[in-house]
């Protein structure tokens, strides 16, 4: 909704612009003798997305490093996690035969006919 309120201004301004200025231009290219007629319009809303174009370009590369790092620490977060889980694992197997062997020893008659008390 409000990327619409802004974005309506800025289109009626840019189709305003157009309308209000198509009268021929002659366009050249500094060292080439090329020249050719354009409407003013065009030849300002090119050379502006063109500067956009540039402009983004030159952001998504200076932005390279920064996404490689980030890709990197993605991946030594995954390596990390698969890592926890196995620890975790192991340690629920340490868990679980400590217990087994607990109850056991807990539960297994003694030779003597004395009763056993487990603490812990």
Do not use: C
Request: hydrophobic share 60%; no cysteine.
């Amino acid at each position: 909704m409000w990327r619409w309120l802004l974005i309506t201004p800025l289109l009626l301004l840019l189709v305003l612009f157009a309308l209000s200025n198509m009268q021929p231009v002659a366009v050249g290219l500094w060292p080439f003798d090329l020249t050719w007629q354009a409407p003013l319009a065009m030849v300002v809303l090119l050379a502006a997305a063109l500067a956009f174009l540039l402009g983004a370009l030159v952001a998504w590369w200076a932005g390279l490093p920064h996404r490689r790092r980030a890709w990197e620490a993605q991946r030594a977060a995954k390596r990390a996690e698969a890592e926890l889980t196995e620890l975790r694992a192991r340690e629920a197997k340490r868990v679980e035969a400590e217990t087994l062997a607990r109850d056991r020893a807990m539960y297994a008659a003694p030779s003597d006919g004395r009763a056993v008390r487990v603490v812990g």
